[in-house]
């Protein structure tokens, strides 16, 4: 999937790479625990999911200036 790499460092705050790499730890956590416990087909549901919450809690990521 190409959009992962955009949303790890969206969800993580452009110009943070720090929050990149908590990001990109979260989206893997996220798609084995979604693709484990629901139909694997439906992971990217659940990243998209934790995309659109972070976004519109912190519009700047998680560690966004």
């Known amino acids: 999937m190409l959009e992962c790499p955009f949303i790890a460092v969206a969800l993580g705050g452009f110009g943070s790479v720090s ?18 416990y629901g139909a694997p087909v439906l992971k990217y549901v659940a990243v998209f999911g934790l995309y659109l919450g972070v976004i519109f809690w912190r519009p700047r990521g998680l560690f966004g200036w």
């Open 19 to 36: 929050g990149a790499l908590l990001a990109s730890l979260l989206i893997g956590l996220v798609e084995s625990f979604a693709g484990f």
